[in-house]
């Protein structure tokens, strides 16, 4: 009979399931409170949560979920996020800094239906952003719009300009 501390854990696992569509699996070692704290206030900007599980209660909840993940083993924290993108790189930053590479590894983890490993999660950390893309999008939307706004007011430009030639030399 499970504890009632594990069967809360459990619904507040469930919860993140509900509330984040992608997860990432990582492995910790060494890493102290302050740094574990650091992590989660650079990714709450990010609309992420960054949480350490209890294996065997995890699993429990992901098999509720129809979520065939099993054998979590070691120390895990999990990333839960809506822009699996922006978690990936908030991870990937993390672990740039030479006192942290050691500290904190990307097991796998979970995107769009499909259990993914950690290549598959470090090539997310190389794409743009979704903003980014968008701004690339509209970007090139609007080049080819102002072009033809600029080719437009040319003519109509160049006859003002020329109507106040003439009108400076008529004075």
Do not use: H, W
Not at 60 to 69: D, T, V
Not at 84 to 110: H, M, R, Y
């Amino acid at each position: 009979m499970p504890s009632q501390k594990k069967i809360e854990t459990a619904k507040i696992y469930k919860a993140y399931l509900e509330k984040y569509s992608d997860f990432i699996f990582t492995e910790y070692k060494g890493l102290t409170v302050e740094e574990v704290t650091s992590f989660r206030k650079n990714i709450k900007d990010k609309s992420s949560k960054y949480v350490i599980i209890k294996n065997k209660v995890f699993e429990k909840a992901l098999q509720e979920k129809n979520l065939n993940i099993n054998n979590i083993i070691g120390p895990t924290g999990v990333l839960f996020s809506n822009d699996i993108v922006n978690a990936a790189k908030s991870i990937k930053d993390f672990i740039k800094e030479p006192s942290k590479k050691d500290k904190l590894s990307i097991k796998g983890g979970f995107c769009e239906g499909k259990i993914v490993d950690a290549s598959y999660v470090l090539a997310l950390a190389d794409l743009p952003s979704k903003e980014e893309i968008i701004s690339k999008l509209l970007g090139t939307l609007n080049n080819p719009i102002s072009r033809f706004v600029r080719v437009i007011n040319n003519p109509i430009q160049k006859l003002v300009f020329a109507l106040k030639a003439i009108a400076e030399k008529k004075q």
